[in-house]
């Protein structure tokens, strides 16, 4: 293999995250020489801070939502390289005539945008916190009074239940006949 990852990763592991993950061996590399540039205290774990550094991750309205995704399993607030490519798993595209596997697969992708909007971890999206996820997207751009008119109109065609929530189910059945899939999809290099 030859490159700096393949010094810290031995081959064993590649193929167990290959097979878990669906990446390649040169993704896997790739990936993991990412990880270890964001690294910059050398402790073989991620923290906030480390993502935060990331540019397109800084300057995104969701970028403190983004983050805080990857750290949904950790107890210590921390994240270590399998849980750094098992998230980025999700996001492998699925190759057209290939199956996508539990991991990028569209209910993967739709539980992830779902854990954007579900601020308190409830498993459910309320009023508030489609409007504050709305806020942060859109910032000062729009009133308060027209993003409460947006957020009414999503509320009104997603609950099906009249709850003034979202579950998961509603949510998913809301993206149905959508182009989901493409549009939470990223292109690895290899």
Same mark, same amino acid.
């Not at 030859?2 to 590399?29: M, P, Y």
């Not at 964001?38 to 309205?61: C, M, Q, S, V, Y």
């Not at 947006?150 to 006949?177: C, H, L, P």
């Given at each position: 293999?030859?490159?700096? #990852? *393949?010094?810290?990763? @031995?081959?064993?592991?590649?193929? /167990?995250? @290959? ?7 040169? @993704?896997?590399?790739?990936?993991? *020489? ?32 983004? $983050?805080?995704?990857?750290?949904? %399993? &950790? $107890?210590? %607030?921390? =994240? ?14 699925? !190759?057209?005539?290939?199956? &996508?596997?539990? =991991?990028? *697969?569209?209910? #993967? ?10 601020? %308190? ?7 508030? /916190? ?7 997207? =859109? ?5 308060? /009074? ?7 109109? #999503?509320? #009104? ?5 009249? &709850? ?18 493409? !549009?939470? &999809? ?5």
């Amino acid at each position: 293999m030859g490159s700096k #990852a *393949s010094i810290f990763l @031995q081959d064993e592991e590649i193929n /167990e995250i @290959q097979s878990a993950t669906g990446f390649s061996c040169n @993704q896997i590399e790739r990936l993991y *020489s990412r990880f270890s540039n964001l690294d910059k205290g050398g402790n073989g774990f991620l923290t906030r801070e480390d993502f935060l550094r990331i540019p397109e991750l800084a300057i995104n309205p969701l970028g403190d939502r983004i $983050v805080e995704a990857f750290f949904g %399993d &950790s $107890v210590d %607030d921390t =994240v270590n390289f399998r849980q750094f490519i098992n998230l980025l798993s999700t996001f492998r595209s699925i !190759k057209p005539g290939t199956k &996508s596997s539990d =991991v990028n *697969s569209r209910d #993967a992708k739709l539980r992830f945008a779902f854990k954007i909007y579900d601020l %308190d971890n409830d498993n459910l999206i309320s009023m508030e /916190e489609l409007l504050a996820v709305l806020h942060m997207m =859109v910032g000062d751009n729009i009133s308060d /009074e027209q993003l409460l008119v947006i957020a009414k109109r #999503a509320m #009104a065609d997603i609950d099906t239940g009249d &709850s003034n929530t979202v579950t998961f189910e509603q949510f998913n059945a809301a993206m149905e006949g959508g182009n989901f899939d493409d !549009k939470m &999809s990223v292109r690895f290099l290899n």
